[in-house]
């Protein structure tokens, strides 16, 4: 399995609502990323966990909360959105060998919409 | 000025061209993607260099670290070929992170 899957594909929420983004990956990959990207813009990177412990934050605010139970599984959970947090939203894994870059490989895609 | 630079941003062909997406970068880098999203679409890896040159049935992809610079080639482009086309690099900044600065892409329009 070399893939990366994200559910769901589509998800409209209202800014009082709580939902979750799920990411999948069975490739033995100990980094996930979950990246955010505007139309036409490159995508944004919003965390990283290596070892199933969140390493990097790149100052998200606190309603986007990410989760990883376990080395296979990344969610996003999502609490009193805005509009503008109307996006794509990414998911990426890869190994994780400090001493040399990795190659990510990344999912579908949720695209997501806040009324 | 972005670190990652790409040219040109839009570009329209005919079906049978060949087709130059260029990238330049002004940082030192690990390695170099290239990545295609279809509109609305995920993203897919298409090549992941650190030199020389690759290919991919009509893709060639190559690197040239002291010029600071990437090409993307497509030969006999077809319309399936039509997507926004992202260079993307690694930094050797950022200690052991995975840390990747995307270009702004090029919007391709292959047209039959």
């Known amino acids: 399995d070399t893939e990366v899957t994200q559910t769901p594909k589509h998800l409209v929420m209202g800014m009082t609502n709580k939902k979750s983004l799920k990411c999948e990956q069975h490739?033995?990959?100990?980094?996930m990323y979950w990246y955010k990207q505007k139309a036409k813009k490159p995508p944004e990177l919003m965390f990283v966990?290596?070892?199933?412990?969140?390493?990097i934050n790149e100052s998200v605010p606190s309603r986007f909360s990410p989760e990883c139970p376990n080395s296979s599984l990344l969610n996003l959970h999502l609490h009193a959105l805005q509009p503008e947090d109307s996006a794509l939203y990414l998911c990426?894994?890869?190994?994780?060998?400090?001493?040399?870059?990795?190659?990510?490989?990344f999912g579908p895609g949720t695209r997501l919409t806040v009324l | 000025k972005n670190e990652v630079e790409q040219s040109p941003q839009n570009l329209t062909a005919q079906e049978g061209e060949f087709i130059t997406i260029n990238c330049s970068y002004s940082?030192?880098?690990?390695?170099l993607h290239w990545l295609q999203q279809h509109p609305g679409g995920g993203i897919v890896s298409l090549f992941m260099?650190?030199?020389g040159k690759k290919k991919h049935g009509r893709l060639i992809a190559t690197i040239n670290i002291q010029e600071k610079h990437s090409s993307l080639h497509i030969t006999a482009s077809h319309p399936r070929d039509s997507a926004v086309y992202i260079c993307?690099?690694?930094?050797?900044?950022?200690?052991?992170?995975?840390?990747?600065?995307f270009g702004t892409g090029t919007l391709l329009a292959v047209q039959p």
């Open positions: 990426a894994s890869s190994q994780l060998n400090l001493v040399s870059y990795n190659e990510q490989f």
């Open positions: 490739m033995g990959h100990r980094a």
């Open positions: 966990y290596s070892y199933e412990k969140l390493s």
């Open positions: 940082v030192g880098i690990s390695a």
């Open positions: 260099l650190s030199s």
């Open positions: 993307a690099v690694r930094p050797n900044y950022g200690g052991a992170t995975n840390k990747l600065i």
